[in-house]
């Protein structure tokens, strides 16, 4: 059975940071693009950023400079470290592997595995 698990949420001020973590496990995602992506509260979930297989790194606009992902294919495991946290940025926070081998992209119907989430608020 594939999972992937998300942790590392919490309850942060402004300013702060955050390391998020996504195990996977049932297989190997190291030749799958995967990506994080956010659900605040009454808005549609958005992408944040993904790293492709080869390494390959794609932020949404407003991340750029303050969220890093990184992948350790090895643990089968990607994060996203945030740093200069805003209360804009308080959402449900999924990760999620792009269902075809290799490519890229961020429209989440690329992606056809997905974690329960982990929520991350950020208090001004």
């Known amino acids: 059975q594939v999972q992937l698990v998300e942790s590392g949420g919490g309850l942060v001020q402004a300013g702060g940071s955050l390391r998020l973590s996504c195990a996977a496990s049932?297989?190997?995602?190291?030749?799958?693009?995967m990506g994080w992506f956010r659900q605040a509260p009454g808005k549609e979930r958005e992408f944040v950023a993904l790293?492709?297989?080869?390494?390959?790194?794609y932020y949404r606009d407003v991340m750029k400079g303050r969220f890093t992902i990184s992948r350790d294919n090895a643990k089968n495991t990607v994060y996203l470290q945030m740093n200069t946290l805003r209360p804009e940025d308080t959402a449900v926070y999924y990760c999620?592997?792009?269902?075809?081998?290799?490519?890229?992209?961020?429209?989440?119907?690329?992606?056809?595995?997905w974690g329960q989430g982990t929520q991350v608020t950020v208090s001004s």
């Open positions: 049932g297989r190997s995602f190291s030749r799958n693009t």
């Open positions: 790293i492709s297989w080869s390494g390959g790194i």
């Open positions: 999620a592997a792009k269902r075809d081998l290799y490519g890229m992209g961020y429209n989440e119907e690329l992606y056809g595995y």
